[in-house]
């Protein structure tokens, strides 16, 4: 009688312990570093649809999520790897991120391609990523440099840039994207006076503003991170009155930048990933009454980063690190019924059903065959002080 009733303690906790038991998440992004304003944004817009899938009472049979947050700084790659490792010994199914091009190649190599651990990036976009040896376990929903170089470069033509100095941050993403848009802008038959690498963190940037005021151009084309080179390069510029237009890339876009220097950017603009299509629109809607703030970089390509993690799972029946690995491209293209912002709950239904979905989301996803988002883009340009979005490229 007493194996009986034991059997039958131990039968009713293990199915307690399962119901119980959340669904374990990672996130990691630079939450100190160069695009530290940034990032708080896009981790509360990743944690919006990993709270949708779990609310809705649809995710495998009423499951829920817990996520943790790890910190990347963008830059150390081995404080980078170190923080996946944690994240990965914790049990995580997933992890939404990592950012910046570096540090995002090395958690994939080092950590989570060996662990079996799926990654989606919201915004590593250098090229190299597109051929990294992932094993299919590495996917971004922010389109590559490769494009994007080449889109920033149409925009420098079309605002009249004769001649353009070039400063780039001194790792993968600014490499990549140097190399892509110095070709484009020398194609369009601008001249190029000088291109000149960085480094983050230091406390002075007079030897490079020199460095580029002695080559002079009508514009300045900054590749960087705003909240730490980037932006004192800028305030180097000004001060010296050497450059008062800036090109900028999307690492350079956010509020923190305006707000520094206002009006005194006025003739500056750049371009970053995003849409002006239906799903950007729900999902500003949804973001809103969430209290978050989707204006940013890369909040858009968060939410549907940690979207397609809920889906894939869902699409496989489990949450485990093999289904959403094998799960994610079904999601993301067609065919299927098109799910937007706020849609997790009914697109975890007709995944629960045997139907197809694709989804679309904020940023309007389609992944290229190694998994990377096709991608649009937004040219953005400063007016009054702020960021003014022009047109979607």
């Known amino acids: 009688m007493k194996k009986i009733v034991l059997a039958a303690f131990l039968f009713v906790s293990t199915i307690s312990t399962n119901v119980l038991a959340d669904i374990k998440m990672g996130i990691i992004l630079g939450f100190t570093g160069p695009i530290e304003s940034l990032t708080p944004a896009m981790a509360a817009s990743a944690e919006l649809a990993f709270k949708e899938a779990s609310d809705s009472g649809s995710l495998l049979g009423g499951q829920k999520i817990s996520v943790e947050r790890a910190d990347s700084t963008c830059v150390d790659s081995a404080a980078a790897t170190t923080a996946a490792e944690g994240l990965v010994s914790g049990g995580v199914v997933a992890i939404m991120g990592a950012d910046c091009s570096g540090v995002t190649g090395a958690i994939a190599t080092n950590v989570a391609v060996p662990n079996g651990v799926v990654m989606i990036s919201p915004s590593a976009t250098s090229p190299g990523l597109t051929d990294l040896a992932d094993n299919g376990y590495f996917f971004r929903t922010a389109p590559s440099d490769a494009r994007g170089g080449q889109i920033l470069a149409d925009i420098t033509k079309d605002r009249k840039v004769k001649s353009i100095a070039v400063t780039h941050t001194n790792n993968d993403y600014g490499k990549g994207l140097a190399d892509v848009y110095v070709a484009a802008v020398k194609a369009h038959g601008i001249n190029v006076t000088v291109v ?54 999307d690492g350079m876009i956010g509020d923190s930048l305006t707000d520094r220097f206002g009006k005194d950017l006025n003739k500056s603009f750049g371009s970053l990933p995003g849409s002006t299509g239906k799903g950007a629109g729900v999902f500003a809607k949804v973001a809103k009454a969430a209290g978050i703030d989707s204006s940013g ?28 690995q094998a799960n994610v491209m079904s999601v993301a293209n067609a065919p299927g019924k098109k799910i937007y912002p706020g849609d997790l709950g009914k697109a975890l239904d007709l995944l629960a059903k045997g139907k197809a979905i694709n989804y679309e989301g904020a940023t309007a996803v389609e992944f290229t065959d190694v998994g990377e988002a096709f991608g649009s883009f937004l040219e953005k340009e400063i007016k009054g002080g702020k960021f003014k979005t022009k047109k979607q490229r």
Not at 203 to 226: C, F, H, K, N
């Open 297 to 324: 970089p890369y909040t858009g390509e968060s939410y549907d980063a940690a979207a397609l993690i809920t889906l894939a799972m869902q699409a496989g029946g489990k949450a485990d690190r093999a289904t959403i």
């Open 196 to 249: 000149t690498a960085h480094e983050e963190g230091k406390g002075d940037y007079g030897a490079e503003v020199a460095t580029l005021a002695s080559a002079g151009g009508d514009a300045l084309a900054v590749l960087g991170y705003l909240d730490q080179a980037g932006g004192s390069i800028i305030q180097g510029s000004l001060d010296s009155g050497s450059f008062d237009r800036f090109v900028l890339s």
